[in-house]
Structures are given as C-alpha cells and as structure tokens.
C-alpha cells in the first residue's frame, strides 16, 4: 500500500533542502531539478524507449519498470505545481517529528528558484 492512498494529501514525491544547503548549493540543486523534470518529461513523452533505458541501468525488466512507472508516475509533479493543501499536511508532519521547528508561512517552503513552480 502507497502512503498516498492512506494520507491523499501527503507529497509522496518531492525533493527537500535546507536553507543553508540551497545557499551552498543552489546550482547543483538546480542541475538537479532540471534533470528530473527532463526525466519526468521524458519518461511520460517516450515511456517506452525510457523504460528500456531504465531497465538496463537498474537491472530490471522493462515490464517491471513499467509497473513502477504506472503505479508511481503520476505522483511527480509534471510541471512544477505544487499543492498547498499537500505541502501543508507535510509541514504538520515534519513539525510532530522535530525536522522542523516551527510553523512557517506554506510559501516560506517553497524554493522557487528551483522548480517551475505554479501553487495550487
């Protein structure tokens, strides 16, 4: 069981940085992100020549990343939205576990130099 069938609003993919590691590394963060949107598009715009790629590089079968991509695909975001509502339950999560220390302004969490970020 996927824990977004148990908690819907829970992010069930997203990417998290520290203020300090995004002032240290906020160009390879960005690399980074570009990157996995360049995946995200790529695996959606061509799934199956990715997936063959995926497969051979994980030592998978093209069937089984296949099942993974249409179990879980659709949990990145494709465009960069991010939902409020979601980043909200994650917040409340993160302040019960002590990663955070404080309740913040949800769009206090939201890097935007990094992401094509439209809120919703």
Do not use: C
Request: hydrophobic share 40%.
């Amino acid at each position: 069981m996927r824990l977004d069938k148990v908690t819907p609003r829970w992010i069930s993919q997203i990417q998290y940085a520290s203020e300090d590691g995004i002032k240290k590394q906020g160009d390879d963060i960005r690399k980074v992100m570009k990157g996995l949107f360049a995946s995200i598009r790529f695996m959606n715009d061509q799934t199956a020549d990715a997936a063959e790629i995926i497969a051979k590089k994980i030592g998978w079968s093209t069937e089984a990343v296949l099942g993974a991509h249409k179990i879980s695909g659709n949990l990145m975001s494709h465009d960069g939205t991010i939902s409020l509502e979601a980043l909200s339950s994650m917040q409340d999560t993160l302040l019960e576990h002590g990663v955070i220390k404080k309740k913040l302004p949800l769009e206090d969490h939201v890097a935007r130099g990094f992401t094509p970020v439209k809120l919703g």
